[in-house]
């Protein structure tokens, strides 16, 4: 049996994933900072012939992300990390809790659950590490440049662990652009039409198109991939 972790567990991404990771030999540790949440996936997961244990947490610091993955009870050898925050800084720098929320909620738990999985590490298999990036990295956002400087810092961290990690784990990302979803709703509310027109594909992305790349790169597909940060944007990036 061998345990994968998946954080932001009740987010739209990682509903799409888990049944995609799900199999009679994994165990699926769920982390979300949402209990209710939680019991929801778990429900919709049920039938899935994979065992299902999950944690309340926040990943605030090292000491909460190994308390979390201390209910998997052993080795992990696979880590998904979706959670993070998206929120609008119209006010700059004049809004320094939104910085610091953005930093702690979608770079520093990075940086924890990644520290706290390298240290169970399943030493029967190559691990493989998946964190979320965004598009807002690669082209700037001018209401959203926390978000897009801690997924920046994302990308830094995956490149890094690649190399500290190898040959133990393969250590990736991806990059999504707007994914129909709850995250996305307070850009979509605003200017639906004028940001689909701006994307080559003219529509915005479906949470399980991430989650197909996802379920590559934790796979034997990406056996040979490091260090790599995968765009699933419509084209968007590209522009």
Not at 145 to 155: D, E
Request: charged share 20%; with cysteine; net charge neutral.
């Amino acid at each position: 049996m061998k345990t994968i972790v998946i954080t932001g567990a009740g987010g739209a991404i990682a509903r799409a994933t888990l049944p995609l990771l799900a199999a009679p030999h994994v165990r699926l540790l769920l982390i979300d900072r949402s209990e209710a949440a939680l019991e929801t996936v778990r429900r919709d997961l049920e039938a899935c012939g994979s065992e299902i244990v999950t944690a309340v947490s926040s990943l605030e610091d090292l000491a909460a992300a190994r308390a979390a993955l201390a209910a998997a009870g052993g080795s992990v050898a696979g880590l998904v990390h979706l959670a993070g925050v998206f929120e609008r800084n119209a006010g700059g720098a004049g809004e320094a809790e939104i910085w610091h929320r953005a930093i702690a909620d979608n770079l520093s738990n990075a940086w924890w659950i990644a520290g706290a999985v390298e240290e169970v590490l399943d030493p029967a298999c190559v691990a493989h590490y998946v964190f979320a990036a965004s598009l807002a990295f690669r082209i700037g956002v001018a209401d959203y440049a926390p978000y897009a400087a801690a997924k920046g810092g994302v990308v830094g961290l995956v490149r890094s662990l690649a190399r500290r990690l190898a040959p133990r784990a393969v250590v990736n990302g991806v990059a999504p652009g707007i994914i129909e979803s709850p995250m996305a709703e307070q850009i979509l509310d605003r200017r639906r039409d004028k940001v689909a027109a701006t994307i080559p594909l003219r529509r915005f992305g479906e949470p399980v198109e991430v989650a197909r790349v996802i379920a590559f790169l934790m796979g034997d597909g990406a056996s040979y991939m490091t260090g790599q940060v995968l765009n699933v944007d419509g084209g968007s990036a590209m522009q």
